[in-house]
């Protein structure tokens, strides 16, 4: 058996990798392809047409295997005749030495499992559910509070504090905001407080249920796996936009019902409210949405100097030396307004400057330190997907409505002013629009733009629909 082939020199492989990729983000959609594809990397290509692929994780390299192998193949092989099939490997942390050309390449993980078209293996996992760690440093003593994030806090702490005797006022608590705002933060806080009082509590991330449900599945242990979720006191899901497969999402549901139906607390976290998880079933969305949701909004510049405080003190346990002028605090909360992570960055990048190289921290040094941080002030790029989520929430319609081919009224003009804002506010031709809407022509794009421009110039209660719709996209 010949060794396997590197990819060539003139990088044919890897251009068809790219195309790939960019084929399967077509195919899949964004919030799929980054969910489950962004991370793979190409590692080279054996004479037999196998081409090896690497991931970061166990559970990505068993979900790919058992759901995506054969597609990637497809589109592989769309993009390049020589590829048959694949092969996944679990990539080591660290950097991988780069293979002597004509040697063969080694792996840097135990032995892959081999996939084809024509039979993909699966990963005979019989590990039973077992929740996510809860990290109990993120506790409530150490959540900020502030106008954006108080009442998400106050429904967390009485859903932690709750006695199991007493009556549950808010099940299912569905908490969501966009990233680095702290809904994980209070999840881990909940099932900390939780499981402190005595409860027994079960938190996990969508991606760890779809693993200890697919893995049961395989085991031929469902019905055990079942039996241990609904047993619990409470169940604390993280993520749950990512929770992919009607049979996953058909036992999510079953289990959520049994659940809040024998008065059992569940604790779901998300990115975006329960009626725009789009890729989730109907009835799924109704339940999540049948309790109490409450959003966490962004930090408002108080808040993010109380985090910038915090995260100086804790610092300074480690450097006693290091300190940051008030000055400059107070400029980093004004200017990185994205969310927690990036102040916590902010604070990281200064104490690195300063320790290191022994520079003075000054307003000067900290503008020339944090530049790309603060470049988060420039006006964001709009997506075609937030401006029909925006426009759907603000006139009572759903996404799925504006993308369909109903005609009424209620339905028409947000589709128009949606279209409008996509031609406005991003670089997209009329025929991608189009497409982004449904898979209309172009002329409708165009007649819905010139329809709806005409009517800014006579309807005042419009164009500030219009207005407050542009600031809302561009906040």
């Known amino acids: 058996m010949s060794a396997p082939a590197h990819l060539p020199a003139g990088g044919d492989f890897e251009s068809a990798w790219q195309r790939t990729q960019k084929r399967l983000r077509a195919e899949l959609g964004e919030d799929i392809y980054l969910s489950w594809f962004a991370r793979i990397e190409l590692e080279r290509v054996s004479d037999s047409g196998m081409a090896h692929l690497s991931v970061p994780t166990r559970f990505l390299k068993s979900w790919i295997q058992s759901h995506y192998a054969e597609r990637i193949v497809r589109a592989f092989s769309a993009e390049h005749g020589d590829i048959r099939q694949i092969e996944l490997e679990l990539r080591t942390v660290g950097v991988r030495p780069q293979p002597a050309r004509g040697a063969a390449a080694q792996p840097a993980a135990a032995k892959p499992e081999h996939i084809d078209v024509q039979r993909p293996t699966a990963d005979p996992t019989t590990a039973a559910l077992v929740g996510s760690p809860i990290d109990h440093r993120l506790a409530f ?143 799924l969305r109704s339940r999540l949405a049948g309790g109490l949701a409450v959003e966490m909004g962004s930090l408002d510049e108080e808040l993010r100097l109380q985090i910038l405080k915090n995260r100086l003190a804790a610092a300074q346990e480690a450097h006693p030396n290091f300190d940051v002028p008030p000055s400059v605090l107070s400029y980093v909360a004004r200017t990185v307004t994205a969310n927690g992570r990036d102040l916590e960055g902010a604070i990281t990048r200064l104490m690195a400057h300063n320790t290191l190289t022994g520079t003075q921290i000054t307003l000067e040094m900290a503008e020339e330190a944090l530049r790309d941080l603060v470049r988060n002030r420039e006006p964001k790029r709009v997506k075609i997907e937030d401006i029909q989520r925006i426009v759907a929430r603000h006139y009572n319609v759903s996404r799925a409505d504006i993308l369909s081919a109903r005609r009424t009224a209620t339905v028409v003009r947000p589709r128009q002013i949606a279209m409008y804002l996509a031609k406005v506010l991003t670089l997209r031709s009329l025929p991608e629009i189009g497409r982004r809407f449904g898979g209309r022509d172009h002329t409708t794009v165009l007649h819905a733009v010139r329809k709806i421009d005409g009517l800014l110039k006579s309807d005042n209660s419009l164009a500030e629909d219009v207005d407050l719709l542009k600031r809302m996209l561009s906040e």
């Open 141 to 283: 003593d150490s959540f900020l509070v502030g106008r954006s994030n108080a009442l998400a806090h106050a429904a967390a702490r009485e859903v932690a504090s709750a006695r199991p005797s007493e009556a549950i006022r808010y099940n299912p608590l569905y908490i969501h905001s966009a990233v680095g705002l702290g809904k994980t933060h209070l999840l881990h806080a909940i099932a900390g407080a939780a499981e402190a009082g005595g409860r027994r509590v079960v938190y996990l991330t969508a991606e760890r249920f779809m693993f200890g449900f697919v893995s049961a599945l395989r085991a031929q242990t469902s019905l055990a796996f079942k039996e241990t979720l609904r047993g619990i006191d409470m169940l604390v899901i993280d993520d749950v936009q990512f929770l992919q497969g009607k049979t996953v999402q058909a036992e999510f549901g079953h289990t959520l019902n049994a659940l809040i139906d024998a008065g059992r607390q569940v604790v779901v976290a998300a990115d975006r409210p329960p009626a725009e998880l789009e890729s989730l079933d109907e009835r």
